[in-house]
Every structure is written in C-alpha cells, then in structure tokens.
C-alpha cells in the first residue's frame, strides 16, 4: 500500500484517491469473477456451494474522550474556534516552562537527529553558560510549530521542558513502545481508559516512528518531582 502521510498537496492527494478508487473497483471485479468461477467449479466437482462467511464480532466503541472544559480547568476550543483559543487550549494542555524551549534538529552530513534549546547562535562553540541567550516559548513559537510551512522552509518541532523552577510539573508523557513484546495500542488505550475514568485529561497520540505510542497527561494544578516520579 503506497504511503500517502508525507503528501500535503490536495491537487495530489485527489489524483492519488482517484487511482486509488480505480484500484479497488478493479480488485471488486476480480474477486467477483474468482467467486463466480469457484462455483462453477464446486458444482462440476459436486460440491457444495461454499458457506457465508461468519460476522466479524463487534468491536466495542472507545471510552468517550474527557470534556475539555471549565471542569477540567482547561480552556475550551473547537474547529470553530479562533487561533488564540487553540494556541490558549495547546499551551494549557503541553505546559512547561516558558523561558525556554527546545527544537529538533536534523544533520545534514550524517542525517543524525536531536533536540537543543533554541538559542541566539546555537552554533558558537565559545559562549560561556552566562552568554547564552534562549528564546522564550511564544504564541508565534507554538503557531510555528503547528502550522504547515511555507514551501521551501523546513518544518519547525519545538520540545518543553516540563519540570518547573518549583520542581513542579503539569505534563507528565508515558511512553508506550512494545520493546518487551508488550502490546502498546492496548496499553496506550487502558491507560487513557484509566485516566478518563479518574477525571485526568490525557491523550495518545502514534510515535513518529508508527511503532508505539505517547499519552500526555495534564494535571493544571500541577505535581512534584517526587509525585510524578522524575
């Protein structure tokens, strides 16, 4: 099956559903024709015709997501709502510090990827601690980091620092990769079960890499180091 996440064109995209449309109509025929050709050959055989197969079983409908809301001391936001209430809502939910922030880098020589705190001339290998000077997470940090980018720039991937100068943290991530043969969708959904159940906002989301899962958990009013265990 061809690989359509990293299109962003819907010109492209049209073209690739119409093939893909194309595709299935012609995959419908022959399966028609092998089940029509089954028969006839059942019935020279004497055999008879072949059962219906059975009915995949139900699969039961997820736990309603929590309500985020005034309830839950988040701000409240929809697909109609403006671009400062998503941004208010995103910050609310993924809360770190706000003095500084990371972003993901990619080498270009060895194709090697990390994360660093976005900073004035990341590069000048002389600076003293004293002389750097981080750049503060702000709305048009966030709005960056959300948003497609321009043709021709590269995509922006900010990080948080989510332990506080308190020693305090509002976010706290559980990371779900099935390393020990475990399966990680189920856990990342009991999790999320879990949390729902105790009234924490949480949400999962898939890795970058496909194979497993992240699942942020808020907490407005914020845990200690010791109580999130970091």
């Known amino acids: 099956m061809e690989d359509w996440h990293d299109c962003n064109d819907p010109a492209e995209l049209r073209i690739r559903l119409d ?11 022959e399966l028609a ?14 055999m008879p015709a072949a059962d219906n197969p059975r009915a995949l079983p139900l699969v ?3 736990p309603a ?6 309830e839950s001391g988040l701000p409240y936001a929809d697909a109609t709502s403006g671009t400062e209430v998503k941004t208010a809502l995103f910050r609310a939910l993924f809360a770190g510090r706000e003095d500084v922030y990371a972003t993901r880098w990619v080498s270009a020589k060895s194709g090697r990827t990390g994360w660093s705190p976005a900073e004035d001339n990341p590069f000048a290998k002389n600076k003293n601690d004293a002389e750097r000077v981080f750049w503060p997470l702000t709305d048009r940090a966030v709005y960056n980091h959300l948003s497609r980018p321009e043709p021709g720039s590269r995509e922006v991937h900010l990080g948080l620092y989510p332990l506080l100068a308190d020693d305090t943290c509002r976010l706290l991530a559980v990371d779900f ?15 999320a079960a879990a949390c729902h159940d105790a009234g924490v906002p949480a949400l999962v989301e898939i890795s970058r890499s ?21």
């Open 19 to 29: 093939v893909a449309l194309e595709e299935n109509a012609e995959l419908r025929a």
């Open 177 to 191: 990769d099935g390393k020990d043969g475990s399966d990680w969708r189920g856990d990342a959904a009991a999790y």
């Open 210 to 230: 496909g194979a497993g899962a992240h699942a942020p958990r808020t907490r407005p009013d914020g845990l200690t180091r010791e109580r999130s265990g970091s």
């Open 33 to 46: 024709g092998l089940k029509a050709e089954n028969q006839r050959l059942r019935t020279q055989l004497g």
């Open 65 to 70: 997501p929590a309500v985020v809301g005034e």
């Open 60 to 62: 039961p409908d997820p």
